[in-house]
């Protein structure tokens, strides 16, 4: 079997072949990470390009092994491509690492490539007006408060798609005055941090909670699907997707095809905090940011657009 092959060898191209594992892997990144579809299918490819490389390889798969990998993309391909490859194949082993197939991730040390391109972030935040108009399409129907308490979530708390599909009920609770979500991070089995929800936007939270129970008066999910074929089960990613997408298009967003998707309400709130003050301390409590780096990518990209030297330019 490829399984006890795997583990005899330990790391090895062996399973990269294996396309039972490779489904349960890619399966795996739908509903345990949350990847969106282009993402599963770029790290298909990704792992593909990978096996192919290997096949005139012998022996284990080893950091070296890696690592002279990435440089033979690094002849044909922009850092961006390489690092995309090298997610892929660092995600593939994590998964067998996870089910006990392997005792390492032997690409877990195996650094990306830096680039040097410009820091400004592939998708645009929604403008003030976008979130409100977003936010107005939401009626007193119970659809309506749940997808007005989705979009609050990440407009007011910076949360990922996936966090939003992973919070249950009892990720609620009550800290010090304020009503606070224990958020289950990227990539995280258990919560890593928690957001405060704006008094403001506390009777958005509370409405929906009201109209939840009707569906399903004990704990779970936070948010169901109130749809006849899946009623009260959790709403699915792609359905969180798609709920958002479409509040998009009653709003008249701007750009709500390519620059702005469900992460824009996610930059939006990140946004807003810097623009009003919010120290990057701050933000990235908030945002959960493995790295620091990560959060000032915000604060340089807005300072540059509010104080740009082209501005200081003049030929009186």
């Known amino acids: 079997m490829a399984e006890q092959g795997l583990i005899q060898r330990e ?6 072949t294996d396309a039972a594992l490779i489904r349960d892997w890619l399966r795996w990144l739908r ?7 282009s993402t599963i299918s770029a790290y298909r490819r990704g792992v593909e390009k990978w096996g192919q490389w290997l096949e005139d390889k012998a022996g284990i798969v080893t950091p ?12 044909d391909y922009a850092p961006q491509t390489v690092n995309l490859r090298l997610s892929a194949v ?10 006990g197939l392997l005792p390492v991730n032997p690409t877990s040390e195996v650094k990306g490539v830096k680039r040097s391109k410009s820091r400004e972030h592939k998708r645009d935040p929604l403008s003030n007006g976008e979130v409100l108009a977003v936010l107005e399409t939401c009626d007193t129907s119970a659809v ?24 249950d009920v009892s990720d609620l609770r009550t800290k010090d005055d304020r009503l606070v979500l224990e958020v ?27 109209a939840r129970r009707k569906v399903a008066p004990n704990g779970g999910a936070l948010f169901l699907s109130l749809s ?22 009653l709003a008249g967003v701007a750009g709500e095809d390519r620059r702005k998707t469900t992460h824009s309400l996610r930059h939006s709130a990140i946004t807003s905090a810097i623009r009003h003050g919010a120290a990057p301390l701050q933000v990235q409590a908030m945002t959960g940011h493995s790295s620091f780096d990560t959060t000032l990518a915000y604060y340089h990209e807005l300072e540059r657009m509010a104080a740009p030297a082209e501005d200081l330019i003049t030929y009186e």
């Open 31 to 37: 509903d345990a990470e949350g990847a969106s579809e």
């Open 11 to 16: 790391t090895g191209a062996l399973a990269v």
């Open 90 to 99: 660092r995600s593939f082993y994590r998964y067998l690492v996870t089910r």
């Open 64 to 75: 070296e092994t890696v690592v002279s990998w990435k440089a033979a993309l690094l002849q």
């Open 228 to 249: 006849r074929r899946s009623m009260g089960a959790r709403l699915a990613l792609r359905s969180i997707r798609w709920t958002v997408k479409n509040r998009y298009k």
């Open 144 to 167: 309506g408060r749940r997808d007005r308490a989705i979009v609050t979530l990440m407009a007011f708390c910076g949360l990922r798609t996936i966090e939003v599909h992973r919070a």
């Open 184 to 210: 289950q991070g990227k990539g995280s089995t258990e919560p890593d941090r928690i957001v405060v929800v704006p008094r403001s936007q506390e009777r958005v939270i509370r409405s929906w909670l009201a």
